[in-house]
């Protein structure tokens, strides 16, 4: 089976979350025997180097990528607020990649052409004009969710949040107003499905977890023994919320109840107030250069979000190698979790204390956790197996097309 991926970022370096699902997605479905081809938009923040990325990927997936300025800009983003239109997804039409998308199209005959975002939507219409094959939506998460839970935060200013707001309002109505022009729907929790369901959707949708190659224990090497971490890209809106309710509702309890803590925040995009750190016991590390080198070196992870959607794959990491984590409730959404058994659910201040201490004091509880946490990732988030599930659902949209298109012929005959 041939498919396009078609990403709104580039896959590798896999850094964060959405970069480590579409690369564990093409790799799932490479390894079970499907030719793939990967096209992406590539900006400032997330660039793409060809020289950089390994050559059996580059073999593998012939990948090719257009540069577009992603940066926001004040006023078009207020024009679209006003005009009804989700600025969000406007910043990714670029006439280059139309370009691009047309003559790959017209190169190539495939067979699903697999796009990465909700942002990539409006290039549907060229997709279907240069090609007859089917359109799937791999969900990263449900973009609007995000906005409308980062709009009721308390920490932000009165514009701040009438602009999110606005901007929650116009994405729900693109994002729910295209989701059946997709001819499937495969977010990464059933969370997720379940909510386009309720809203709309009427084509095939069902969650698709993401995947982990060769997950592999790492043996016990803590080096800080009294430690809590968190690790994620700074930039990205609800860790920044996140992180920030953390430190200031959160900490001074755990720094007064257990001084013998030390915090340790790692991730690239600090913001500015991160590093000018006033915590005590709190290490702002920035960017790491390996991050499981990072995680396996402290013993809990932390992992507060107040906002956001889809699956953190930074938790599902740090199970991967049998870290323990505690977790928001939102953080953990999606995940196959069981509270108390492969992860400590924590939502409030006085929780997360109280998880926290008994990690910390009871190092075989600790382990347990971690061990069963490493159990969950490697019998049900392997990526061989959910490239042959993701597969498998499309040879089903295909074999369902053919017999109407058969049904259809019949019916003229």
């Known amino acids: 089976m041939k498919i396009l991926q078609f990403c709104y970022k580039p896959p590798l370096p896999a850094t964060d979350g959405g ?51 992603l940066k926001p800009r004040a006023l078009d983003a207020l024009w679209c607020v006003f005009a009804a239109q989700s600025y969000v997804v406007k910043r990714f039409v670029s006439d280059e990649m139309k370009q691009l998308l ?13 796009i990465e975002s909700i942002m990539l939507a409006p290039y ?51 994002e729910l107003g295209h989701i059946n022009d997709f001819d499937a729907v495969f977010p990464v929790t059933d969370v997720d499905a379940k909510y386009f369901k309720d809203n709309g959707c009427k084509k095939l949708c069902v969650g698709v977890p993401i995947g982990f190659d060769n ?6 090497v803590v080096e800080q023994e009294h430690s809590i971490f968190h690790i994620g890209s700074m930039n990205w809106a609800p860790n920044e919320q996140g992180i920030k309710w953390f430190l200031n509702e959160v900490w001074p309890l755990v720094n007064k109840e257990l001084p013998q803590i030390k915090a340790y925040f790692a991730g690239r995009n600090m913001a500015p107030w991160f590093k000018n750190n006033s915590w005590d016991n709190v290490d702002m590390i920035g960017e790491v250069d390996d991050s499981i080198l990072f995680m396996s070196s402290k013993k809990i992870m932390v992992v507060p979000l107040l906002s956001g959607s889809g699956i953190r794959i ?33 939502n409030t201040p006085q929780e997360f204390v109280e ?57 003229e005959g």
């Not at 047309?102 to 697999?114: N, P, S, Y």
């Not at 991967?320 to 999606?334: F, L, N, P």
């Open 19 to 69: 970069t480590i699902d579409m690369y564990s997605i093409s790799e799932g479905l490479a390894n079970n025997g499907c030719d793939v081809k990967v096209l992406t938009i590539y900006s400032d923040k997330h660039p793409f180097d060809k020289d950089l990325l390994p050559k059996n990927y580059l073999e593998k997936t012939r990948i090719e990528g257009v540069y577009v300025d």
């Open 102 to 114: 047309v003559k790959t199209l017209k190169a190539e005959i495939f067979d699903v052409v697999q």
């Open 355 to 411: 998880a926290i201490r008994k990690l910390d004091s009871d190092s075989e509880y600790c382990k347990q956790v971690g061990d069963n946490a490493y159990k969950l990732i490697r019998e049900r988030y392997d990526t061989n197996y959910i490239g042959a599930e993701l597969l498998g659902y499309y040879r089903q949209i295909l074999e369902k097309d053919k017999v109407s298109n058969e049904d259809e012929q019949q019916e």
């Open 314 to 346: 930074k938790i599902l990491e740090a199970m991967s190698i049998g870290k323990t984590v505690v977790a928001t409730s939102i953080a953990a959404e999606g995940i196959m979790y069981e509270d108390g058994k492969n992860i400590l659910i924590a």
């Open 124 to 174: 549907i219409p060229l997709i279907r004009k240069y090609s007859k094959a089917k359109i799937t939506f791999h969900c990263p998460n449900v973009e609007h969710l995000i906005w409308q839970r980062m709009a009721k935060g308390k920490q932000i200013n009165v514009f701040k949040k009438w602009y999110i707001k606005n901007t929650a309002m116009n994405l729900k109505a693109y």
């Open 215 to 220: 997950v592999e224990k790492l043996p016990d």
